[in-house]
């Protein structure tokens, strides 16, 4: 079984769910606290990554495995890259707060291609902590909407719905040490970070 990387943060959740947000006020909060910390996402920002995202704005034409083949190659780069990857800054003592992790791979790749071969993919360490942001799929579509986008991939309804019980199924079966919170999507942004910052600054 794969290990846990301790003060390591994710935040999970659908399209429009509000992890972007979270991840942001978590670090400024941080920040506040003089608490060094590295905010990041994937699919990132670096070369497999925008790989990745000419991808999901179908720039490029690619297979479903051979998508969750690169956002498992991205997650890797992410992890291990000897000038930026995160668990250097884990290791310099830094908390390390991601915008999706593994679990998005293994929720929304897993809608195209079979689950056991996603899983396969991704044997990553575990983070600590796993903030899933739980909000319905109709609230999702209609932020995304707000959001004015260009529709990508997986921005549907009927796929959104898979996504959620694919995230109920991995989280029915996640490692003991890693330490799952909801929280319920529908509360204001400000309430939100609030929860989130009173589970992790006054444990
Ligand atoms: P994200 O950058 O969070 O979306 P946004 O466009 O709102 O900033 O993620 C891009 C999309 O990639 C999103 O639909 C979720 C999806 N995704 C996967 O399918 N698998 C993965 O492993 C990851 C990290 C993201």
């Known amino acids: 079984m794969a290990s846990v990387l301790e003060h390591f943060i994710v935040f999970e ?10 991840m942001q006020l978590l670090a400024e909060a941080c920040d506040q606290r003089s608490i060094p910390c590295h905010a990041t996402f994937e699919p990132t920002d ?14 490029i034409v690619i297979t479903p495995l051979a998508l969750a083949m690169l956002y498992a190659a991205d997650r890797e780069d992410h992890l291990h890259n000897p000038v ?8 310099a003592g830094k908390l390390v707060i991601s915008d999706r992790y593994l679990y998005s791979s293994l929720a929304y790749q897993s809608v195209e291609t079979d689950f056991e071969t996603i899983e396969r993919l991704n044997q990553f360490p575990s983070p600590e902590y796993i903030f899933f942001i ?25 796929f959104l719905e898979k996504v959620k019980q694919n995230y109920e199924r ?6 003991q040490e890693v330490k799952l919170i909801r929280i ?20």
């Open 13 to 22: 959740g659908l399209d429009g769910a509000g992890t972007t947000t979270q």
């Open 84 to 91: 930026y990857g995160l668990v250097g800054d884990l290791q």
């Open 184 to 203: 319920d999507g529908l509360l204001s942004k400000e309430e939100i970070a609030r929860q989130i910052q009173e589970i992790l600054f006054t444990e």
């Open 170 to 175: 991995i989280f029915s079966s996640l490692p």
């Open 46 to 59: 670096k070369p497999i990554g925008r790989i990745v995202r000419s991808a999901l704005r179908k720039e």
């Open 134 to 158: 739980d909000t319905p799929v109709d609230e999702c579509l209609r932020r995304i909407k707000g959001r004015g986008n260009a529709e990508e991939l997986f921005e549907r309804h009927e």
